[in-house]
């Protein structure tokens, strides 16, 4: 078993990632923004609060050491969950929030992954699950910002799949829809009208629970795989794969 530290952990999906990383032995540490409330999940799963704002290296590589000291082992799994999202059409966004989200989701996969490195290669391998979206696969109008660094995400894991691959740690990502808990930031635009809209067009009928993600983080942070790198598993009910 191992510490898994899992970013964005305050929100629906980062709850589902680690209760099921902690309900198979693994030790958990949760990451989200100060502020965010990760003590309680913490406390109930045996685990670690790490807050910090992935987007500062600083304090990605300060809470890595905060990990490591409290619960006395190097990160072997990591989860780069974290995201920040507005929608608002490209011409009128304003460019500072674009790279506030650029920063925070993109930014803050290479910050983490860059922090976890070290302790994966002095502990003899790991596993870094990179979470995309399906709009980093096919984009969405007036979610340019957010479209874009999922991109990243996909490429960041591909390319750190071959870089680390000889190094012991597997790099791979996932590309989840929407999910029918809604989005994590609550003025987003997606409410519950959009969330009808998204799940009409889903070929499985509906959008996927966090609990169906989580299940796929869990197998893309299976050490028992070790070949699987690189990839991107498209978890959507068949958006993307029923396209022509």
Known sequence: MAVALITGAGGDLGGAVARRLASAGHVVALNDRPGRGTDALAAELGGVAAPAEVSDPDAVREMVEHVERRTGDHVGILVANAVCSTIAPFAEHDPDDWWRIVDADLGGAFACAQAVMPGMVERGGGRMVLVSSEWGVIGRPDATAHSASKAGIIA??????RELAPLGIAVNAVAPSVLGTGWP??????????????AARVPLGRLAEPEEIAAAVAFLADDRLPTLVGQILH?????TRARA
């Open 156 to 161: 960041l894991a591909k390319s750190l799949g």
């Open 185 to 198: 930031e609550p003025d987003d635009g997606l409410g519950a009208e959009a969330l009808e809209r998204c």
């Open 235 to 239: 978890v959507n009910g068949g958006t």
